[in-house]
């Protein structure tokens, strides 16, 4: 079936520093989408993705569909402490199938 | 945003007992839901897919005389947790999907702690 993984699992930076996630599929996507979960709470949706190289900004957070769409990142450059929490990627497969989550990123950003 | 609402937010049980969740679409038609379980710093594992008046689909290794999907109108569907267990100790998220949407929207989850 398909698998989305995600690198790294976790990663903790000083406040003011930037952090990269990457989002893997095992098979192609029809679309990607982007939830944060804080510590505690449910997740919440940031955006998606479909056009193949897509990319989307949402202020400090950069999101990109990579180009044979089995791939996506998502940048925040001069992180904050508010930025704390588990970025999930999860990916729709073709014929609109099933949501599936990757593994998620943790991030802890220290003051 | 759409919102969805679980209730409860929070439930201890007694091993042994049954315990039932609700996820409600309230500002939308929802034709669609799944229930979700995350286990504490994994990753959110979908349980079964519900569509409005029809069976629940069911994922791969989850028992559906254990987990019980009622999806009887297009705002309301339950999860019945039946004869728990603390292995059962979990935290339950439901989402819903209107008949033409491509977005989920999330419930606040519910967390199950059964001694």
């Known amino acids: 079936g398909q698998q989305v993984m995600q690198i790294p699992q976790y990663q903790h930076v000083q406040e003011g520093e930037d952090f990269t996630t990457y989002c893997n599929s095992s098979?192609?996507?029809?679309?990607i989408q982007w939830y944060k979960q804080r510590p505690g709470g449910h997740p919440v949706f940031l955006i998606q993705?479909?056009?193949?190289?897509e990319v989307k900004k949402q202020k400090r957070l950069t999101f990109q569909f990579g180009e044979a769409k089995k791939n996506s990142s998502l940048h925040i450059t001069a992180t904050q402490t508010t930025d704390v929490g588990t970025y999930f990627c999860a990916g729709r497969g073709t014929g609109f199938q099933k949501l599936v989550f990757g593994t998620g990123t943790r991030l802890l950003v220290s003051p | 945003g759409a919102v969805v609402s679980q209730h409860p937010s929070w439930v201890i049980c007694k091993s042994g007992t049954s315990v039932k969740i609700e996820c409600r679409s309230l500002d939308f038609q929802a034709t669609t839901m799944f229930w979700y379980r995350q286990f504490p710093k994994q990753s959110l594992m979908l349980m079964a897919t519900?569509?409005?008046?029809?069976?629940?689909?069911?994922e791969q290794g989850v028992e559906k005389d254990k987990f019980l999907i009622n999806h009887a109108s297009l705002t309301l569907s339950t999860l019945t947790v039946t004869s728990a267990h603390p292995e059962d100790s979990s935290f339950y998220i439901c989402s819903a999907r209107s008949e033409r949407g491509e977005t989920q929207y999330f419930g606040p989850g519910t967390r199950l702690l059964v001694l």
């Open positions: 098979t192609t996507l029809s679309n």
């Open positions: 993705l479909v056009k193949s190289g």
């Open positions: 519900s569509n409005e008046g029809s069976k629940a689909t069911y």
